[in-house]
């Protein structure tokens, strides 16, 4: 793994633990019932839980890529 790679990686998750905090804390702030509150943090769990599901696949195919690059490399 090269050192911008590393960097993006790094920078994506700072974003996207940044936006999360930001989306939790204006959810928990808005002046509105409870149970729509809940509903929105349910759906916004929900598309974490999505989200997430395809950086692993995303990571997966990229740590395969780099095992099979280094085999190529060895044998």
């Known amino acids: 793994m090269t050192e911008g790679t590393r960097y993006t990686g ?3 998750a700072t974003f996207f633990a940044g936006l999360l ?7 928990l702030l808005a002046p509105q019932s409870g149970a ?3 509903r929105q943090l349910h759906s916004l ?8 599901s395809h ?7 990229s740590i395969g890529k780099v095992i ?6 060895a044998g």
């Open 36 to 38: 729509r509150t809940r």
């Open 10 to 12: 790094m920078s994506t």
């Open 55 to 61: 950086m692993l696949g995303d990571t997966k195919t």
């Open 68 to 73: 099979e690059h280094g085999k190529s490399l």
């Open 45 to 52: 769990a929900k598309d974490l839980q999505e989200e997430t």
């Open 21 to 27: 905090a930001g989306i939790g804390t204006g959810l």
